[in-house]
């Protein structure tokens, strides 16, 4: 009461020129409270066989997770997701991490939490036919993979060298043409499902795709992912995004096409300044996520409400601090935790992080992307809260 007594009486011009600053409309759009896609309840979970069991689609295809059924995959499961949210579709498709301790307890807390029935799919190829007997998928888009030396998530390279991002276009027009996204190398395999071949993407680049090829794609968000990885292609067709990658000027015109203050989902190559700045500038913001699977069943999971509250444990008391000159304070906290993928992944299992034998035996400051978890993955956010001691204490990124 004293503060807000003295200040006006101080500085009453500054004090009224906040007022009015405070009472003016905003001048730009504000983001929405829920940024992320949402996703509705289902009635069915399916679950594919552990990713690393997936096959070798032709002799130089790694499998697993990494390998060309992976990338088909994340497009079938983009398409199911997008019937659940577009059409009442009442099965998500859950690629399974069963050895990855984190994701097996994020698929049974998603089972779990939303009352979903596990459906066991072990034959991916099975999975397809079945879903293209039932009309969900129409055919395929074939693509080439960017099979240069350049390691995920580097920047891509310069004009001249080997880069091909025509499975960025494939995942683009996947959800408008109802299409799964094939290699070059794995097409035999799915012309003998009976598959057509909807598109060629092979010619096509990310230029073309804003050549007026975009209009079935959102701007409400985009995103950013390497042509290398699989990770978030589901999320990507299941929300009908645009798919671009690289700091340059096709980059550039994609963020300009969006809407004001549009999330970025997934993350970009190379320069960590120049990606982020680029972003900026266009006035969007980045969630770091481009390493998730799995995110359109985690987000249908609303968020727990008898949870306990988030730091309950562990309230400061400013006012109970002693303040006299000789008193000295110092907070421990783990600053870069506003990775999306990092509490989905390692984060809760890992023994340098909340696993570590010395948490909980003095206070540690967390930083968490509670709000994106909240959107996308409340199983995750409700084992951060029900797993915290009164030593713990999160903070937003």
Same mark, same amino acid.
């Given at each position: ?19 009015? +600053?405070?009472?003016?409309?905003? +001048? ?15 009635? *069915? ?11 070798? +689609? ?12 992976? &990338? ?26 069963? =050895?990855?301790?984190?994701?097996? %307890?994020? *698929?049974?807390?998603?089972? *779990?939490l939303s009352g979903m029935a596990r459906v066991d799919a072990p034959d991916p190829m ?39 991002? @025509? ?31 909807? =598109?060629?993407a092979r010619p096509l680049d990310e230029a073309w795709l804003l050549q007026g090829n ?13 042509? =290398? ?11 009908? @995004? ?31 300044? =120049?990606?982020? #700045?680029? +972003? #900026? %500038? ?14 359109? /069943?985690?987000?249908?999971?609303? /968020?727990?409400?008898?949870? /306990?509250?988030?730091?309950?444990? @562990? ?32 984060? &809760? ?9 010395? *948490? ?23 084992w951060l809260k029900r797993t915290a001691s009164p030593n713990d204490y999160t903070l937003?990124?």
């Amino acid at each position: 009461m004293v503060l807000q007594r003295t200040i006006p009486a101080l500085f009453p011009a500054l004090f009224t020129a906040i007022l009015v +600053l405070g009472a003016a409309p905003p +001048l730009h759009a504000q983001p929405p409270a829920h940024y992320w896609p949402e996703f509705p309840p289902a009635a *069915r979970m399916v679950v594919t066989a552990d990713v690393d069991n997936l096959p070798k +689609l032709f002799p130089e295809d790694p499998g697993g997770g990494f390998g060309a059924m992976m &990338f088909t995959l994340q497009s079938l499961a983009g398409l199911m997701a997008l019937e659940v949210r577009e059409r009442n579709g009442d099965a998500y498709l859950w690629i399974d991490m069963d =050895k990855n301790e984190s994701w097996a %307890r994020w *698929r049974d807390e998603t089972l *779990r939490l939303s009352g979903m029935a596990r459906v066991d799919a072990p034959d991916p190829m099975a999975l397809i036919r079945e879903q293209a007997e039932r009309g969900l998928v129409r055919g395929y888009i074939l693509y080439r993979a960017d099979t240069g030396e350049r390691g995920m998530y580097e920047a891509p390279p310069g004009k001249g060298d080997e880069y091909n991002c @025509s499975v960025n276009v494939a995942t683009s027009l996947a959800a408008e043409l109802g299409a799964v996204i094939v290699d070059e190398r794995a097409e035999s395999a799915f012309t003998a499902l009976g598959l057509p071949r909807l =598109k060629d993407a092979r010619p096509l680049d990310e230029a073309w795709l804003l050549q007026g090829n975009d209009l079935s794609c959102s701007r409400s968000w985009i995103h950013l992912l390497d042509p =290398k990885a699989p990770h978030m292609r589901d999320h990507a067709i299941a929300s009908r @995004s645009l798919c671009v990658f690289g700091v340059n000027d096709v980059t550039e015109r994609a963020l300009r096409r969006l809407d004001l203050n549009a999330p970025v989902f997934g993350w970009n190559g190379g320069d960590e300044y =120049k990606a982020t #700045s680029q +972003l #900026s %500038r266009t006035g969007h913001y980045n969630t770091a996520s481009n390493w998730i699977f799995n995110l359109p /069943p985690l987000a249908s999971v609303p /968020p727990v409400e008898d949870a /306990p509250e988030l730091n309950h444990h @562990s309230r400061p008391e400013p006012l109970a601090l002693d303040w006299d000159t000789e008193s000295h304070f110092t907070a421990f906290v783990m600053s870069d935790g506003d990775n999306v993928q990092w509490s989905l992944g390692n984060f &809760f299992d890992h023994r340098d992080y909340w696993r570590a034998p010395s *948490r909980t035996t003095f206070p540690m400051g967390w930083t968490a992307p509670v709000f994106d978890l909240d959107q996308t993955a409340a199983p995750a956010l409700a084992w951060l809260k029900r797993t915290a001691s009164p030593n713990d204490y999160t903070l937003s990124f």
